[in-house]
């Protein structure tokens, strides 16, 4: 009889822990592991000088230019999603970038990125909130991205047609 006691009471604890781990996880705050991966495109949005539609215009250039890149991957925490980044292109890197993370239910994770040129083909990305389970959202991610540009008749780059894009993002969310 003892020996049924113990083993009930045995079930009952691993049950316990089973509901109360998962549920302590999905609280707003708890750092979770993040990765995606990217493929796509690199479009080039070219302006007056002086009028870059993000707010940046580098001087010494006769124009304003803004990135557009669209990708599809999958990432975690949102499954089969669609890329959108928007930034403007500097000497060394990106400002005013933007990206919003569309899953397939339309829940979306917002981040925020300044590219200073220091990390070379990689920067951090801060995860600024998010729509549906993802209002609130936060945290600090790392892109890791690689460049097929499209070469004109020249040789030089081809900045009137797209470029293929792969990207790699790890860190963690809290959401």
């Given at each position: 009889?003892?020996?049924?006691w113990l083993t009930l009471g045995a079930v009952v604890a691993l049950?316990?822990?089973?509901?109360?781990?998962?549920?302590?996880?999905?609280?707003?705050?708890?750092?979770?592991?993040?990765?995606?991966?990217?493929?796509?495109?690199?479009t080039?949005?070219?302006?007056?000088?002086g009028a870059a539609p993000c707010g940046v215009y580098q001087?010494?250039?006769?124009?304003?230019?803004?990135?557009?890149?669209?990708?599809?991957?999958?990432?975690?925490?949102?499954?089969k999603s669609q890329a959108s980044f928007r930034h403007c292109p500097t000497d060394v890197g990106h400002a005013a970038g933007h990206l919003t993370l569309t899953a397939?239910?339309?829940?979306?994770?917002?981040f925020e990125y300044t590219d200073d040129g220091t990390m070379g083909d990689s920067f951090q990305m801060h995860v600024v909130d998010g729509t549906g389970r993802f209002m609130g959202a936060s945290g600090l991610v790392t892109l890791y991205?690689?460049?097929?540009?499209?070469?004109?008749?020249?040789?030089?780059?081809?900045?009137?047609?797209?470029?293929?894009w792969w990207a790699e993002i790890e860190g963690e969310i809290s959401y």
């Open positions: 009889m003892l020996k049924r049950l316990a822990v089973m509901t109360v781990a998962p549920a302590a996880a999905g609280q707003k705050g708890t750092d979770r592991p993040f990765q995606a991966d990217l493929a796509g495109l690199v080039f949005e070219f302006g007056a000088p001087p010494g250039w006769d124009f304003s230019v803004i990135t557009h890149t669209e990708a599809t991957g999958n990432a975690s925490h949102l499954g397939a239910n339309g829940d979306e994770l917002l991205y690689w460049l097929d540009p499209a070469i004109g008749p020249g040789g030089e780059p081809d900045f009137s047609s797209p470029w293929r």
